[in-house]
């Protein structure tokens, strides 16, 4: 089982964006669903996360402007990310945790954020 990404793209400054997630198979019982990016020559980071449950949380640079949710029944996970800056240019990967601990990755979707 994996999870295609998508919805990455350029886009200009104070853009919009809305990234999607999905698993290609039954990966059963999600614990937490989240969104981390990557930009050239940094770690790997936390956008946000949602738990089963609904709480979610999110880094800091990016509170007030992205919003995480999840549809239960298909298993998605979604990103909208308003106001997009230059800083917010990398890419973008989804990863789920099962009840069980086992971690899933998406195979990442590039944002790039310019002029």
């Known amino acids: 089982v994996q999870l295609q990404a998508s919805g990455g793209g350029l886009v200009e400054p104070g853009g919009s964006l809305r990234l999607s997630c999905s698993p290609t198979g039954n990966i059963g019982g999600i614990w937490v669903r989240g969104w981390y990016r990557q930009a050239p020559g940094k770690e790997r980071e936390l956008v946000a996360s949602?738990?089963?449950?609904?709480?979610?949380n999110y880094a800091d640079p990016v509170k007030g402007r992205f919003t995480i949710s999840r549809d239960i029944r298909g298993n998605r996970l979604y990103l909208q990310m308003n106001s997009l800056q230059p800083e917010d240019t990398a890419v973008y990967y989804c990863?789920?945790?099962?009840?069980?601990?086992?971690?899933?990755w998406g195979q990442g979707t590039l944002v790039t954020v310019s002029s």
């Open positions: 949602i738990t089963a449950g609904g709480d979610t």
């Open positions: 990863k789920y945790t099962a009840n069980g601990g086992q971690h899933y």
